[in-house]
C-alpha cells in the first residue's frame, strides 16, 4: 500500500488533476491518452487497456507511441521520473503539495481547458426531488462495490435494471448518496412520478438546477445542444429512476412511448461520446437503445441486473421492522418464496405480524394450501403482467403448463400459436429484459412466486 494512497484519490479524480496539470502547460488530453491513464491508473498492463477500453488503434501504437508520449508529458509536468507501473506515488506527491498551496490551482486558465471544472473540493450542487427515503439499507455490497468501480473507471449511462420491487430505487439512492461527493451536480427524478410528457419537458426541469451555476446559459434552441453544454463542461451525476414510465406496454420490451423517442438519442449521446458525467437509469424493463450497447469490462455504458436480496440481509430488513420469529429452515423457505424480492417480502411479513403472532411457520403453512400472492404483491405483479405482448404471454402460459425448465427448442415446438425463431428470441429477450424468466444452463423457467401469479392468471383464462 502507498504512503500517500491516504489521500484516497479515485481514477476520474486522479484524471482531472492530471489534466489540470496538463492544462497548464498548454496541452489538452484527448479520448485516447484519457482511456490509457485510467487503466494504467488502476494497473492494467496495455493489453487489458486495449482490451477492455476497445481502444480505436491497435496495440502496438498504443504501446510505442500514445502511452510513452503521455508519461513523457507527465514526467515533464510533475518535474519527476514517472513509470507506467508507478503512476500513483508521483501524482499524489504532487497533488499533496499543490493541494497545501490552493492559488497554483486557481492559475489554470479557464480558456486553456474550457470543459475542466475546478470546484470538485467544493460541496456539489445537488436537487433531490421525489426521493423515498431510505430508512433501513441492508446487504447489496457487492452490487455498490461493481456500481461505484464502473462510475470511477468512467461509465458514462448506467443502468439498474430489475423486477418491480427488486430495490433498484433504494439501491440508486444508496449509490448516489455514496458517490455524490466525485460530481459537481446532482440530480435526482423520478420519471414514474413526475410523468414528464416529453424529453424537452425533462431537460426544461434540469436546466433550471444547472442555471444556478455561475455560466452564460446556453442559448441554442436545441434542448438537447444546452443540455450537452452543461454535461460536458460540469462532472454531473443525473439519476432518472423509473425509466419504464417512458416506455411502451403492450409490445416486447423497450420501445419508448409516443412522443419520447428523443429519451433514445440522448442515451445514445450520453454513451457514445465523450464527456465527464454519468447518467443513472433504473427500469424495470430493459430499453431498446441500450441492446448492443453496454458489452465489455469497461464499457461507458453498462447494465447492472439486479436480483432479490440474499437471505441474510432479507432477515435483517424484516427483522428491523417486524417482531418475526422462525426456525432457520423457515426462514430460508420464506425468503426464497419471493425469491428475495424486498417489496413482497415487507407485505409478507406485516401480514406474518399482524395475522400469525410473527410466526414465519405458520405463514408458511397456510400458503402451502394457498397462493402466497395477495394484496399490494398481486397489484405489483399485475402492473407488470398487463405490459406483456402478445407473444409474450404465449411463452409464459406454456412454461406455466411445463412447470418445470424448459429448453428454447421445447418452446418453439410446443407452443401455440407457433412464432418463428426470430419472434421467439426476441419474446425470450424481452421477458430476460423485464426480470420475468430466467435462463440456466439452457432452461428457461420462472421464479416461484412469478410462477404462482402466472398460474392463477393461466387458470383464469
Ligand atoms: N437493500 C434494502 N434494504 C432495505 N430495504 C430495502 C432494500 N431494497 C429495497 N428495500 C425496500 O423494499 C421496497 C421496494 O424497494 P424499491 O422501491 O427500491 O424497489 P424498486 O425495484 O425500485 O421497485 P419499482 O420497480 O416498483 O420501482 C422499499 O420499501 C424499500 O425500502
Ligand atoms: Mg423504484
Not at 502496438?60 to 508520449?69: C, F, L, S
Not at 395477495?374 to 405483479?381: A, P
Amino acid at each position: 500500500m502507498h504512503l500517500l494512497m491516504g489521500l484516497l484519490m479515485n481514477t476520474e479524480e486522479a484524471l482531472l488533476f492530471i489534466e489540470k496539470l496538463l492544462a497548464q502547460q498548454g496541452y489538452r488530453l484527448n479520448d485516447l491518452e484519457r482511456a490509457i491513464f485510467r487503466g494504467a491508473w488502476q494497473g492494467k498492463s496495455y493489453k487489458e487497456i486495449h482490451r477492455n477500453y476497445n481502444l480505436q488503434v491497435s496495440l502496438d501504437h498504443a504501446m510505442r507511441n500514445v502511452g510513452p508520449k503521455l508519461w513523457k508529458l507527465l514526467r515533464k509536468a510533475l518535474d519527476e521520473p514517472i513509470r507506467m507501473k508507478d503512476l500513483q506515488g508521483p501524482i499524489l506527491r504532487a497533488y499533496a503539495a499543490l493541494a497545501a498551496s490552493p492559488a497554483v490551482a486557481a492559475e489554470i486558465p479557464p480558456e486553456v481547458s474550457p470543459t475542466m471544472p475546478d470546484s470538485l473540493t467544493s460541496a456539489p450542487i445537488v436537487s433531490w426531488e421525489m426521493t423515498p427515503d431510505v430508512g433501513i439499507f441492508c446487504g447489496r455490497n457487492p452490487d455498490l462495490a461493481d456500481l461505484r468501480e464502473h462510475i470511477d473507471v468512467g461509465g458514462r449511462l448506467i443502468v439498474i435494471l430489475g423486477m418491480a420491487g427488486v430495490g433498484k430505487t433504494t439501491l440508486a439512492i444508496r449509490l448516489a448518496q455514496q458517490v455524490q461527493d466525485q460530481f459537481e451536480v446532482v440530480i435526482w427524478r423520478s420519471l414514474s412520478v413526475n410523468r414528464y410528457e416529453s424529453l424537452a419537458a425533462l431537460t426544461q426541469d434540469l436546466l433550471r438546477v444547472f442555471g444556478q451555476l455561475p455560466d452564460e446559459p446556453p442559448m441554442s434552441s436545441n434542448y438537447i445542444t444546452n443540455l450537452w453544454h452543461y454535461l460536458s463542461r460540469y462532472r454531473c451525476l443525473i439519476v432518472l429512476d423509473g425509466l419504464e414510465a417512458v416506455l411502451q406496454t403492450s409490445s416486447d420490451t423497450g420501445s419508448f412511448q409516443k412522443g419520447c423517442e428523443p429519451y433514445g438519442e440522448l442515451f445514445h449521446r450520453i454513451g457514445d461520446t465523450y464527456h465527464r458525467s454519468c447518467l443513472i437509469l433504473t427500469s424495470r424493463e430493459r430499453p431498446q437503445e441500450l441492446a448492443n450497447m453496454g458489452r465489455g469490462e469497461h464499457a461507458p455504458v453498462y447494465i447492472h441486473p439486479l436480483d432479490g436480496l440474499g437471505e441474510q440481509a432479507a432477515r435483517e430488513m424484516l427483522l428491523s421492522k417486524y417482531d418475526l420469529e422462525g426456525s432457520e429452515q423457515a426462514w430460508s423457505l420464506f425468503v426464497r418464496l419471493y425469491a428475495g424480492n424486498p417489496f413482497a417480502l415487507n407485505i409478507a411479513a406485516s401480514k406474518i405480524h399482524d395475522l400469525y403472532e410473527g410466526d414465519i411457520a405458520q405463514f408458511l403453512e397456510v400458503h402451502a394450501q394457498e397462493t402466497a400472492i395477495f394484496g399490494e404483491i398481486r397489484s405489483q405483479l399485475s402492473q407488470q403482467f398487463t405490459r406483456l405482448s402478445p407473444k409474450e404471454n404465449v411463452i409464459l402460459t406454456y412454461l406455466v403448463k411445463a412447470g418445470e425448465p424448459v429448453r428454447r427448442n421445447q418452446i418453439l415446438h410446443n407452443i401455440a400459436p407457433r412464432v418463428s425463431n426470430e419472434d421467439l428470441d426476441q419474446s425470450l429477450q424481452s421477458l430476460m429484459g423485464r426480470s420475468l424468466i430466467q435462463r440456466n444452463n439452457g432452461h428457461y423457467s420462472l421464479e416461484s412466486f412469478i410462477l404462482e401469479y402466472a398460474q392463477e392468471l393461466t387458470n383464469n383464462q
